[in-house]
């Protein structure tokens, strides 16, 4: 990559070195503790694992950070696939892993972690092969099942269990463990005033509660030695009633004052949905909505804090550690959109940096495919394969590209870096397809984002673009290139529904870059993404919402992540209407029939968002006189985000 200033200078507070411990952090940016699937059976790192590591390494972050690694697997695994560090042979990976991240130029740390209860029970993570007994502070019954309070002796064997993980981290090579003590695991657990109560020494007061936390960092100190660094995560404010508040959490923070190096503020619940969303911030929320948390806390502490919060933007990041709120920034979701970002702020490439869209198609990947996806970034989870030697052209090609949107962008800009003259033809006067309308709403800045650095790559790659010019055969024939990628994107679903052309009824495209047009009431004839999303963008903007859907729940083929933190805010922005048919547009609003009964609902306007399907009679039109042709995006099959970016590189790779 292209240097443009010095190291740091645009961001000097965020680049200046920090001592932990015996390892001093060449910049104040650290990769959050983050643990994909990519685990195998025997609860090993795989290949694909340590490659994702060494590529967070590469990036250019001062320490990266291995999250929930299993100390005492008997009883504390809390999801399918964990990097066990009690399971025999685990020694290997762990020091490939090591030896990957300091060969990459960064410190390698751990995050040492036990489930407590849901190392026995089903949890968001975990289903499958759950232990015979869940383990907590105190006899409970959860929803997942029962819970059995954790006997004295148990408590003493993990206590050892910590200690043994801890020296073995070091021995095979790590540079610092994290003791993770936050949402909603083992010490979060007893820490609970709620969950927690037992009468003996770990129940009762703080003291009480926290004792087994501190015994675990003691254990640990007394494994690593005095200067081997130590980090804690704690809450900064539990914000639940099960959970610690925010004076109590200051509390706990002065008790391991003097046990820990660093400690990591964090806050909520991972067993809580609406607290999930809080944990890993939705976009729902502003970018470093957790920070004040960090900063309170190092107003009582000596320590060196960080500081989390779905941060993203390197001038945010430098105000914090300027301002003193932080001493360092945590970076989860952010390094897997671009793991680069540490690199780019540092030389001055800030405008390159790919957003994070807080989509949770990470989250989502991790439990339903066993790896790591990322919608912005085609290689995450495929670093390993990454590494591979990409074969080069045979020759300079004459590509086109007929389509603006994100397929057709990514599409131009890997040919164009392939060292292809590449023409991108886009019938409207601007790029950025679907993303525009999908990025209107207050709360998808991030998409509009990602369309600014598209259009800079555009640019800085020689791409050629044709804007208000659409493709057809005819141009085609004209241009003929040696190759063409069809990215035309996809076309609204408009159903032969009585009404439907009624100038009350606004296509959703159209209510979302032009919500000017809309009244005071609005009916949205379809509750998927577009529908819920655009009902909330609404309602912000102070209109009257109503959603009708004939589907039994409202955004339903959403990931549960996302959808966690979509649907209070649908249901605080809109009146849902599910089981239900839309029968005609009157003059009045939406005729509708629920359950065998006909009801009208009035409306002003109508948006039609029933979804978009792909126009492939136009595209096998396009295809007809070319050899070599791809098609890439919506108009292949209509999906996310994902799916079109995705598509488009590994294709560009292919030519």
């Not at 006067?429 to 993303?435: A, E, K, P, T, Y």
Request: net charge negative; aromatic share 8%; charged share 25%.
């Amino acid at each position: 990559m292209e240097k443009k200033c010095r190291y740091g200078e645009k961001y000097p507070h965020l680049f200046s070195p920090l001592r932990i411990g015996n390892i001093k952090m060449r910049n104040r940016l650290i990769c959050a503790p983050s643990s994909p699937s990519m685990i195998d059976l025997n609860g090993h790192f795989t290949p694909e694992m340590i490659a994702y590591l060494e590529e967070k390494a590469l990036g250019g972050a001062g320490v990266v950070t291995y999250g929930e690694a299993i100390v005492h697997s008997a009883t504390g695994k809390s999801h399918n696939k964990q990097l066990q560090l009690d399971s025999f042979g685990v020694r290997q990976g762990m020091t490939e892993a090591a030896r990957a991240i300091h060969n990459a130029g960064s410190y390698a740390n751990i995050q040492l972690s036990h489930g407590g209860m849901y190392g026995g029970l089903a949890s968001v993570g975990g289903d499958v092969g759950t232990n015979l007994v869940a383990y907590g502070p105190s006899d409970m019954r959860m929803p997942a099942g029962e819970v059995k309070a954790m006997p004295i002796e148990m408590i003493y064997e993990i206590i050892e269990s910590y200690g043994k993980a801890a020296r073995l981290c070091k021995e095979t090579g790590f540079d610092m463990v994290q003791v993770h003590a936050a949402h909603g695991w083992l010490f979060s657990q007893f820490l609970s005033p709620v969950w927690n109560k037992r009468t003996d020494l770990f129940g009762g007061s703080l003291e009480n509660r926290a004792r087994f936390f501190l015994l675990v960092l003691d254990a640990v100190r007394n494994a690593v030695g005095k200067d081997f660094p130590i980090e804690a995560r704690i809450s900064g404010d539990d914000l639940t009633e099960i959970g610690l508040n925010q004076q109590e959490c200051i509390k706990l923070a002065e008790m391991i004052d003097d046990k820990v190096d660093l400690i990591n503020v964090s806050c909520g619940n991972h067993e809580d949905p609406a607290m999930f969303c809080r944990t890993h911030p939705s976009a729902f929320f502003p970018r470093g909505v957790n920070v004040y948390l960090a900063a309170e806390i190092k107003k009582h502490v000596k320590t060196p804090v960080a500081c989390v919060g779905s941060l993203n933007d390197p001038a945010q990041m430098e105000e914090i550690i300027a301002s003193g709120k932080a001493d360092a920034v945590e970076l989860g979701r952010a390094s897997l959109a671009d793991p680069y970002l540490p690199f780019k702020a540092a030389w001055g490439q800030e405008e390159d940096i790919t957003p994070c869209l807080r989509c949770y198609e990470c989250f989502g990947a991790t439990g339903e495919l066993e790896m790591v996806k990322c919608s912005v970034n085609p290689v995450m989870g495929e670093q390993l394969a990454a590494k591979l030697p990409v074969k080069q052209p045979d020759r300079k090609k004459r590509v086109l590209v007929a389509g603006g949107g994100p397929a057709g962008m990514e599409a131009a800009i890997t040919a164009a870096e392939r060292g292809h003259d590449v023409t991108l033809a886009e019938q409207s006067d601007r790029l950025g397809g679907n993303l525009l309308p999908a990025g209107a709403a207050y709360f998808k800045e991030d998409i509009h984002k990602l369309v600014q650095v598209l259009e800079g790559r555009i640019k800085r790659s020689g791409v050629n673009v044709r804007l208000n010019t659409k493709v057809t055969p005819e141009y085609v024939k004209h241009f003929n290139p040696d190759t063409l990628f069809v990215a035309i994107g996809s076309v609204e679903i408009k159903p032969p529904m009585k009404g439907l052309d009624s100038e009350k009824v606004i296509m959703a495209v159209d209510a979302e870059l032009n919500p000017e047009k809309l009244g005071n009431k609005i009916v949205i004839i379809g509750g998927g993404l577009v529908g819920a999303e655009a009902a909330v963008s609404f309602a912000h903007d102070g209109r009257k919402c109503t959603i009708v859907e004939r589907k039994p729940l409202i955004a339903e083929d959403v990931n549960s992540f996302y959808r966690g933190g979509l649907m209070p805010q649908v249901e605080k922005a809109a009146e849902c209407y599910v089981n239900t048919m839309v029968k005609e547009i009157t003059d009045q609003g939406v005729l509708c029939e629920q359950e065998g009964k006909e009801l009208i609902i009035e409306a002003d306007h109508v948006v039609c968002a029933l979804g978009f399907r792909s126009p492939w009679n136009l595209v096998d039109e396009l295809t007809e006189s070319i050899e070599e042709y791809y098609i890439i995006g919506d108009c292949k099959k209509v999906g996310k985000i994902y799916e079109a970016i995705n598509s488009a590189y590994y294709a560009a790779l292919r030519v």
